[in-house]
C-alpha cells in the first residue's frame, strides 16, 4: 500500500512562480525523500530529510519535514519550464532499506 | 561512477507469453536491488527487492518472479503475462548501508496484448 500521499495530484503554474507540493504519510518514519520523474523516464533523487531534521536546501529546493503530522512539503522557488515532471515523496521506515512510495505530484511549468 | 542498465526499453508481448526482463548495475558491488512497477499515470509499487544474491523478497502476491543470479544482475520474469502485467518497470539500486537514496534505471515499457 502506498505510505505517502502527494497533495496536489496536478499542479500548473508560470514559470517564475513557486511551487508547493505536499506528502503526508501514516506511519513514524526513518527519513522521507522527494523524487523526481520525467515522463517515461526514471526517477532521480532529489533530496533526502531525516526524521530529526525539519527543514533543509538545496539549490531552489526546500524540504521541510513535520513529524508531528506526518507531512513534509518540497517548495521549488523561481520555477523554470524545465522543472516539468512528477514529483514523488518516498518513505523509510523499516530497517531494510526499503521505501514506500506516494502518488506523485505532476507539475507543469508553463513559459 | 555507478550506473544502471535496464532492457530491453520497450517490449509488447501477447498474453500468455513469457517475459524477462533485465536490471544490471555497474560501479558499486553488493547493492540492494528493486523492481518496482508503475501504471499509467500512477505511484510506483514495489515489487521484489534484494538483498544478496539469491535472496528475494516479494511485496505483492503475482504472477511475476524475480532471480538475482549475480551481485550486479536482477531479472523479473513471468512463465505467462497477463493484460494486468502492462505497465512502466523500474529497477532500483541502493548501498547496502544506512544510506536510503535509491538510484533508477531508465525502465522498461511492457504493453501486454
Known amino acids: 500500500s502506498q505510505q505517502g500521499e502527494e497533495d496536489p495530484q496536478a499542479l500548473s503554474i508560470q514559470e517564475g512562480e513557486n511551487a508547493t507540493m505536499n506528502c503526508s504519510y501514516k506511519?513514524?518514519?526513518?527519513?522521507l525523500q522527494w523524487y523526481r520523474q520525467n515522463s517515461g523516464r526514471g526517477l532521480v533523487h532529489l533530496i533526502l530529510?531525516?526524521?530529526?531534521?525539519r527543514e533543509k536546501h538545496s539549490g531552489r529546493l526546500r524540504v521541510t519535514l513535520d513529524t508531528s503530522k506526518k507531512s513534509s512539503s518540497l517548495l521549488i522557488t523561481a520555477s523554470r519550464a524545465a522543472d516539468t515532471a512528477s514529483y514523488f515523496c518516498?518513505?523509510?521506515?523499516?530497517?531494510?532499506?526499503?521505501?514506500?512510495f506516494g502518488t506523485g505530484t505532476k507539475l507543469q511549468v508553463i513559459p | 561512477s555507478q550506473t544502471i542498465h535496464q532492457w530491453p526499453a520497450t517490449l509488447v508481448q501477447p498474453v500468455g507469453s513469457p517475459l524477462s526482463l533485465e536490471c544490471t548495475v555497474e560501479?558499486?558491488?553488493?547493492?540492494?536491488l528493486y523492481w518496482y512497477r508503475q501504471a499509467a499515470g500512477r505511484g510506483l509499487q514495489l515489487l521484489f527487492y534484494?538483498?544478496?544474491?539469491?535472496?528475494i523478497s516479494s511485496e505483492v502476491p503475482q504472477n511475476l518472479s524475480a532471480s538475482r543470479p549475480q551481485d550486479r544482475q536482477f531479472i523479473l520474469s513471468s512463465k505467462k503475462l497477463l493484460l494486468s502485467d502492462s505497465g512502466f518497470y523500474l529497477c532500483?539500486?541502493?548501498?547496502?548501508?544506512?544510506?536510503?537514496?535509491?538510484?533508477f534505471g531508465p525502465g522498461t515499457r511492457l504493453t501486454v496484448l
Open positions: 532500483a539500486w541502493s548501498v547496502s548501508s544506512k544510506t536510503d537514496t535509491q538510484y
Open positions: 506511519t513514524s518514519i526513518n527519513n
Open positions: 530529510i531525516r526524521s530529526n531534521e
Open positions: 518516498a518513505t523509510n521506515s523499516g530497517g531494510y532499506q526499503k521505501v514506500t
Open positions: 560501479g558499486t558491488s553488493n547493492p540492494n
Open positions: 534484494s538483498v544478496g544474491i539469491g535472496q
